[in-house]
């Protein structure tokens, strides 16, 4: 049973709200519903949330704008609910921190897989995650350490920089690679748990958000290489840090 785990399911259609909140009780969650962005944050403020299931057309504000508010303070898994002429939204959403995309009309069984995968990862993340009295394990390249417990990048000014659940899945893809050319295909199969497209831009989307991050000038990167026609190249040799 799976009634410790809650999924929140946000979309202003009556049905398919309905249909989602129906088949996870069938499945044994903890569900709760939102027509809109602003009932969606009442209940964010009042439960513990593990998986937010996000349309992203909704009435006032629309499901990207909560999505990029709640990556600023908030590591609740993301799932964005498209129609399929959303393409550029669905890249936008994933730029604003969205974990995952499924697009209408949707196989259930999909959407139940890819949350199952993600509460995973998300319970993992914070059951490793160790208060600061105890150690943290470090990874280091270039001017960054990467903190693994937390997820976060810290630079030579100490200052930390959160990572999302993809991003730090991506860097830690590429550490593990370094000096080897990664194509979108293989990048894919190792950080997500799902089948590939050729015009899945997932890994796109997920580079140019770690270029920001570590400040790699993205018209002249120099920490991740785009090899053109093969994928990308992570340059440092990374270091665990005594």
């Not at 799932?79 to 196989?107: M, S, W």
Request: charged share 30%; hydrophobic share 35%; proline share 5%.
């Amino acid at each position: 049973m799976n009634t410790d785990i809650r999924i929140l399911v946000v979309d202003d259609e009556a049905v398919t709200r309905e249909c989602l909140v129906s088949y996870f009780k069938e499945e044994g969650y903890n569900v709760f519903s939102a027509e809109t962005a602003e009932q969606a944050e009442a209940v964010l403020s009042s439960r513990s949330i593990d998986v937010v299931l996000l349309d992203i057309r909704l009435p006032g504000k629309d499901g990207l704008t909560l999505t990029r508010e709640l990556r600023v303070h908030s590591e609740v898994g993301i799932i964005l609910v498209t129609g399929r002429q959303d393409e550029v939204d669905r890249l936008i959403g994933l730029e604003c921190g969205a974990d995952e995309y499924v697009t209408k009309p949707f196989n259930p069984r999909e959407i139940l897989a890819r949350t199952k995968n993600l509460v995973r990862r998300v319970r993992h993340c914070h059951s490793h995650k160790p208060t600061d009295a105890l150690p943290h394990t470090f990874k280091t390249f270039e001017r960054w350490k990467l903190n693994l417990d937390r997820r976060q990048l810290i630079d030579e000014n100490q200052i930390e920089i959160q990572l999302t659940e993809g991003e730090f899945q991506l860097l830690n893809v590429l550490m593990l690679n370094s000096g080897k050319v990664m194509s979108r295909e293989l990048i894919l199969d190792q950080i997500r748990n799902r089948e590939w497209v050729p015009s899945d831009r997932t890994v796109d989307v997920l580079i140019g958000r770690l270029r920001r991050k570590l400040y790699d000038d993205p018209a002249n990167p120099k920490t991740i290489l785009t090899v053109h026609g093969a994928g990308y190249l992570f340059t440092p040799k990374p270091a665990d840090l005594p």
